[in-house]
């Protein structure tokens, strides 16, 4: 008979715990309407195993300078973290029902808003070098705390954990330890198809860690490596475990599509099924469901009185489509976003003229500017708020200052991703981009303006950023798309509201509402952020009021540009911003921080009497 170790008891007791609070991610996932469902059931067991068994961290210690540091760089698997918190006792588990709805600091990705949570992450690449700098604290405080950091494998395409990864073995950290879920899967596909890996232990070597590999599942395993730690006195550790994508619920496991899928009702019961059944075959009673409430409805934004239309982002890509389909020289670029991008029938259909970087911002445009020199037509496609942010100097040195045609494509811009949270949001983008000479800037509107932007930027000899939402928006009366000219939606002369992108219904909307109490607004979608049709933004400055509209920060938006303009006219009218304040975005849907922020008919209306007020 095998001899039982101190630690099998202890592995047992996680083995199971593990069972139990994969309902509670899949419950967390279902009422909160949005997740990760296969990366947070990837990495749960590690999480258990490391919150249950290794970390030296309590709800009593979370503020001990000595406590060990755990960076959950994976940021977008936080149910998972939310569920073993909850479980530990950082937080009340009721929290969790919170997740993802209006107003609750629960969003879709880590932030220092919940207890025990160390750093924000959701921007993948992150985690490792903020766990070089923690070590290096440590260190540097003679403290014996050590630092975890648990990454994703397609997360390993970003640079900057190679750069982190030299930094740690330069500075011989062997209180670091990198633990990587290593599941194969990324968003797109296998990661050996969408930007090969291997051979992963040997690579992670050659940077200097001591690596062990581990079943990521074993729960006895996993502890006896983590006590094992560090490896090697002088290196960092690395743990690379072997997972598998979904585990623990048989039709969720290893099925890409499973990525950030949310359970239908009869999934949910099917599931939970399965794990009850597991808890038995463990030699437990299942333990009672929690029986999530329906997330709140945050689709599409829109009122009665304007037919809805589609996604700009489906708009943009099918016309991209027909583009690529007359000129075999455009090209598009991907970082592992072509589903967010609705470009998977573009792959299918052109698979020679789309080019995958994997999880690499920075190579998606360096790549794009590289293609554009050598004479195709780049389109770079991705998130708007990592292609922005995380690229901005390749924006800027690779793309606009070298003059390199490239037409930059973010997508989901703007609060689009609602819950997800503030790394997900570009609300920076346009101000960031107005200050770098040489970019042409478009935010269509409706899907009118989307397909127009797209052609517009194909013709365009020089670099463009287009900026789209992933929502459905409602199509706009008005006049023609001309690049560089302010679209008139209505007329009126009043009052002129200047809005830009996915914000110019709410806009004509609560024109139409002030029609009626007998003030005529002017509507302008001003899609074009650069160059900005100075003479329409003069013209508006004649009326007795402006009310611009914008999905992004009031700070260096559409709202200063006109501003200044106005400014520098020698037009003194009052003007009131309507956007994001200079504060950290309120959690919710884009429907829910739209309504906050009163980027909706009535909020606008109410702007817009306010402007004049007491002029009339
Ligand atoms: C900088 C950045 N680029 C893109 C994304 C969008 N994104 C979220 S998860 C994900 C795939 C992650 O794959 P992997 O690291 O393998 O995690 P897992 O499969 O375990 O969920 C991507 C591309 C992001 N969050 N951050």
Do not use: M
């Given at each position: 008979m095998a001899v039982r170790r101190a630690t099998d008891g202890l592995a047992d007791e996680l083995r199971l715990r593990s069972v139990r609070l994969r309902k509670h991610v899949l419950q967390t996932i279902v009422g909160a309407g949005a997740g990760h469902t296969g990366g947070d059931l990837s990495c749960l067991d590690l999480l258990t195993v490391l919150y249950g068994g290794?970390?030296?961290?309590?709800p009593e210690t979370v503020?001990?300078?000595?406590r060990d540091r755990f960076v959950m760089?994976?940021?977008?698997s936080v149910e998972a973290l939310y569920v073993v918190l909850a479980e530990r006792g950082?937080?009340?588990?009721?929290?969790?029902?919170?997740?993802?709805?209006?107003?609750?600091?629960?969003?879709?990705h880590p932030t220092?808003?919940?207890?025990?949570?160390?750093q924000n992450t959701?921007?993948?690449?992150?985690g490792l070098a903020f766990g070089v700098g923690t070590a290096l604290a440590a260190r540097q405080a003679g403290r014996s705390f050590r630092t975890f950091v648990l990454a994703g494998d397609g997360e390993l395409a970003e640079g900057s954990n190679w750069e982190a990864s030299l930094a740690a073995a330069h500075h011989r950290l062997d209180n670091l330890v990198f633990v990587l879920d290593?599941?194969?899967?990324?968003i797109t596909g296998g990661t050996e198809s969408v930007c090969a890996l291997e051979p992963l232990a040997d690579k992670l070597r050659a940077f200097g860690y001591a690596v062990r590999e581990v079943g990521g599942h074993d729960h006895a395993a996993l502890l006896d490596v983590f006590a094992?730690?560090?490896?090697?006195?002088g290196r960092p550790s690395a743990v690379l475990a072997r997972t598998v994508k979904g585990r623990g619920v048989s039709f969720i496991?290893?099925?890409?599509?499973?990525?950030h899928r949310v359970p239908k009702p009869e999934e949910l019961e099917r599931a939970m099924a399965e794990l009850e059944a597991e808890e038995r075959r463990l030699g437990a009673e299942p333990e009672g469901r929690r029986v999530p409430s329906p997330p709140p409805r945050g689709g599409a934004t829109g009122e009665p009185g304007l037919p809805m239309g589609r996604p700009n982002q489906d708009v943009f890509s099918e016309t991209l489509l027909e583009l690529a389909r007359a000129d075999p020289s455009v090209v598009v670029v991907t970082s592992d976003s072509r589903g967010s991008g609705k470009l998977s029938p573009f792959a299918e259909a052109l698979p020679g003229q789309i080019v995958e970087v994997g999880i690499a911002e920075q190579t998606l445009v360096g790549v794009a500017a590289g293609l554009a020199s050598g004479g195709r037509k780049p389109f770079a496609v991705s998130p708007a708020c990592f292609l922005t942010a995380r690229a901005l100097e390749q924006i800027k040195n690779d793309v606009a200052y070298s003059a390199q045609p490239v037409r930059l494509v973010g997508i989901?811009?703007?609060?689009?991703?609602?819950?997800?949270?503030s790394t997900h949001h570009s609300t920076h983008d346009i101000a960031a981009l107005r200050a770098i000479p040489g970019l042409t800037i478009v935010v269509p509107a409706d899907n009118h303006e989307a397909r127009a932007a797209a052609r517009a930027a194909y013709a365009s000899t020089g670099p463009v950023y287009v900026r789209i939402g992933k929502r459905p928006v409602p199509d706009l009366p008005g006049t023609a798309f001309e690049l560089g000219r302010a679209r008139l939606v209505r007329d009126g002369d009043d009052l002129a509201f200047l809005a830009t992108g996915e914000t110019v219904w709410a806009a004509y909307a609560a024109a139409e509402r002030l029609a009626a109490e007998g003030l005529q607004c002017r509507v302008l979608s001003?899609?074009?952020?650069?160059?900005?049709d100075l003479e329409a933004v003069v013209a508006a400055g004649r009326t007795r009021g402006i009310v611009t509209v914008e999905?992004?920060?009031?700070?260096?938006g559409l709202g200063e540009a006109c501003a200044a303009v106005l400014a520098e006219a020698g037009l003194c009218v009052p003007l009131r911003r309507i956007g994001?304040?200079?504060?950290?975005t309120f959690p919710g849907s884009q429907a829910a921080i739209f309504e906050h922020y009163g980027i909706s008919p009535e909020g606008l209306a109410a702007a817009a009497r306010a402007v004049v007020g007491g002029r009339r």
């Open positions: 290794v970390l030296r961290v309590s503020d001990d300078p000595d760089s994976k940021g977008h950082f937080f009340p588990a009721s929290d969790l029902a919170t997740v993802g709805r209006p107003g609750s600091h629960y969003v879709g220092r808003h919940v207890p025990g949570i160390e959701g921007a993948l690449g992150h290593r599941n194969e899967l990324q094992a730690v560090p490896f090697e006195p496991e290893n099925d890409v599509r499973w990525h989901s811009a703007g609060v689009s991703y609602g819950a997800l949270g001003v899609h074009t952020l650069r160059p900005l999905e992004h920060s009031i700070a260096g994001l304040p200079d504060e950290e």
